[in-house]
C-alpha cells in the first residue's frame, strides 16, 4: 500500500468499514510509515475535538451568500 492509497481509505478505515484484508495491509502500512501515522492519528484527533464543539448558528448574512453562491452555480449549470 501507498501513502495514497492510504489517504483514499481513511474515512473507511476510521469507521471500521473496510475489509479484514484492507485494514490488515493498511495498518502494515502505518507500522512502517511514520507521517502516515501521524496523520491518522491527527485526523482522529480531528474528529473527538470536532464532536465537543458545540454547534453555532450561522449568522444571517452569510446564509444569504451562501444561498446566493448555489443559486449561482445551480443557474450556470442549467445553462451549460
Known amino acids: ?7 483514499q481509505l481513511l ?8 475489509t479484514p484484508e484492507l485494514t490488515r495491509d493498511l495498518e502494515a502500512h502505518l507500522k512502517d510509515c511514520v507521517p502516515c501515522h501521524d496523520f491518522i492519528n491527527t485526523y482522529r484527533a480531528t474528529i473527538k475535538i470536532t464532536k465537543k464543539v458545540e454547534p453555532a448558528e450561522m449568522p444571517q448574512e452569510l446564509k ?3 444561498r446566493s453562491f448555489i443559486r449561482e452555480k445551480i443557474d450556470k449549470e442549467k445553462i451549460c
Not at 500500500?1 to 489517504?7: A, I, K, S
Not at 474515512?11 to 473496510?18: N, Q, T
Open 1 to 7: 500500500m501507498h501513502c495514497h492509497q492510504l489517504q
Open 64 to 66: 444569504d451568500k451562501l
Open 11 to 18: 474515512v473507511d478505515y476510521i469507521d471500521g468499514e473496510l
